[in-house]
């Protein structure tokens, strides 16, 4: 029998690296499985396991995957055999990189694997959450309902993500422009202005405090400033990516983006909106609670609500109920866990966390276009006082012009 290199994940979400005997990897996968081991990727020693990496594109949209998996639920509900499904959808895909995957998993089937098992080793484009709900489907025979709550589920959080990107756009643009402008106007604009009023007031006069103050910041702009302050941004920015890439770093960001005045409320019902989503889309699909708080945990996208949701799993496997130890994080608003209490308390707390999802994401909606309401006479506020001061200070040296000729005509 071969030797397997894996790497996993146990129940206290600790990462577990080892080698194992098995028939194939099926084989591992349920051994580790009964050690309460979810893998993440294995190798067999020696030769790598996994598809060859062929096209040009590497990722799968949310979007490309939605758009699969209901198609895939309407051919299952019409009765067509797994494989030829999968068959037809790898045939028809524009994403070569997901085609493949797609053919690897067709096969992978044939050989006698599980959907689940062959989707599970493709962890970038089928997630955990993906791969136990299929499970759950196969080992219930309701694949084709549980796609079709996978597509429902990957649908709602991509237009989540897509509300939110839309509503950053607008103000974004105004930024970008805002900044382009001032910085042409700077750099191009002023010095031909500052050369003509030092020719017109005549040498030993100076220009007034406004206009001096400007024209310095413009000279400093059109020399080695402006590509300095570029640099420096730019160094800011890749100092901040790196730092948020370690456990520290990341800790630290995502504590800090949640206690932000007006976007910290925002990103925390967009977090309450995504762990109650997805908890009811596992629950109400039949996959064990304490997994689903697993699965919940790591897809949260903010450290923080991560180790809230660990905790709250921590608590429901001391056998306490789901109430006291949400609470206890604080992340979490107090109506939520009383809302999920309820839903525990009468047997439907899928359907409790599922209408907590529909409200938290009109909430979402809401919060956005208010802070839009809020943002957008601020740019222009900005913009007119900028521009404003600028335009002023260029003025000046003309009055002190008009008051000197007006003079000398008297």
């Known amino acids: 029998m071969p030797t397997y290199v894996f790497k996993g994940r ?39 396991i996994g598809i060859p ?22 051919m299952i509900d019409a009765g067509l055999p797994l494989v030829q499904c999968l068959d037809i959808l790898a045939q028809q895909q524009e994403n070569k990189h997901f085609q493949q995957v797609l053919n690897q998993v067709r096969q992978d089937v044939e050989e006698g694997s599980t959907l689940a098992a062959a989707m599970a080793r493709h962890p970038n484009i089928f997630d955990q959450l993906y791969t136990n709900m299929v499970e759950a ?61 030092i020719g017109l007031l005549g040498p030993g006069e100076a220009l007034p405090l406004p206009t001096r103050i400007v024209t310095g910041v413009s000279r400093f702009m059109a ?40 976007f910290g409320i925002i990103l925390r019902k967009i977090a309450v909106a995504r762990f109650s989503r997805t908890l009811s889309t596992l629950l109400s699909s039949g996959v064990p609670i304490l997994q689903s708080l697993d699965i919940t945990a790591r897809t949260a ?19 306490e109920s789901f109430v006291e130890p949400l609470k206890a994080t604080e992340v979490f608003p107090h109506m939520v866990a ?32 208010n802070l839009l309401t809020l943002i957008e006479p601020m740019l222009i506020g900005f913009l007119g006082v900028t521009i404003g001061s600028i335009v002023i200070a260029m003025y000046l040296p003309l009055f002190t012009l008009i008051g000197k000729l007006a003079t000398q005509g008297n």
């Open 10 to 48: 146990n129940r206290l979400n600790e990462t577990v690296v080892g080698e194992r005997v098995a028939d194939n990897r099926e084989a591992l996968r349920q051994l580790l499985r009964r050690e309460q081991v979810t893998l993440t990727s294995v190798k067999e020693k020696g030769r790598e």
């Open 53 to 74: 990496k062929l096209g040009s594109r590497k990722r799968v949209k949310a979007k490309e995957l939605a758009i699969f998996t209901r198609q895939f639920s309407v």
């Open 137 to 197: 489907g196969e080992t219930g025979g309701i694949l084709d309902l549980i796609l079709q709550r996978l597509s429902t589920f990957i649908e709602k959080m991509v237009k989540l993500k897509r509300d939110v990107v839309s509503a950053l756009i607008y103000p974004s643009a105004v930024v970008v422009m805002a900044i382009a402008a001032v910085a042409v106007i700077m750099i191009v604009v002023i010095p031909q202005f500052e050369n003509i009023f």
């Open 223 to 262: 020399g080695w400033g402006g590509l300095a302050i570029l640099l420096v941004i730019i160094g800011i920015s890749v100092a901040i990516h790196f730092y948020y890439r370690t456990p520290a770093g990341r800790y630290k960001i995502d504590k800090l983006l949640l206690k932000l005045p007006i």
């Open 301 to 319: 996208g903010n450290v923080i609500i991560e180790e809230a949701i660990l905790k709250v799993r921590a608590g429901v496997e001391r056998g």
């Open 338 to 369: 009383q809302m999920i209490g309820i839903g525990e308390q009468t047997g439907a707390l899928d359907a409790m966390l599922g209408k907590i999802a529909d409200f938290y994401e009109q909430e979402v909606d809401s919060a956005i276009a």
